[in-house]
């Protein structure tokens, strides 16, 4: 068994509060769960209007799969035209 986890820092400049902010985060959030089927939290800068943490797992029997889910996951959140992914961190258990 293979547990990846994927940690995105996310830079989200266009909004203005922390209501915006949860919107935003919820949509992406949404759109990963239910294209990938893997799990999603927010796991830092909670109170930060322009700044948030990431975090998404997932548990499989092999790490090549785990890793392309991963990387697609990655590509996604970069095409979102509504964060800018500042920084990401793979890790496989």
Do not use: H, P
């Not at 990846?4 to 922390?18: I, M, P, R």
């Not at 990938?36 to 997932?58: C, H, K, P, T, Y």
């Not at 499989?60 to 095409?79: G, H, M, P, T």
């Amino acid at each position: 068994m293979v547990i990846g986890v994927c940690t995105f820092e996310l830079y989200l400049g266009g909004v203005c509060s922390l209501k915006a902010k949860r919107s935003v985060l919820k949509r992406l959030k949404a759109k990963i769960d239910s294209k990938f089927n893997v799990s999603v939290a927010e796991i830092g800068s909670m109170d930060s209007w322009q700044r948030s943490s990431l975090a998404v797992a997932i548990v499989s029997n092999d790490q090549r799969f785990a890793n392309q889910v991963l990387c697609k996951i990655a590509e996604l959140v970069n095409a979102n035209g509504e964060v800018t992914m500042v920084g990401q961190e793979m890790q496989f258990l």
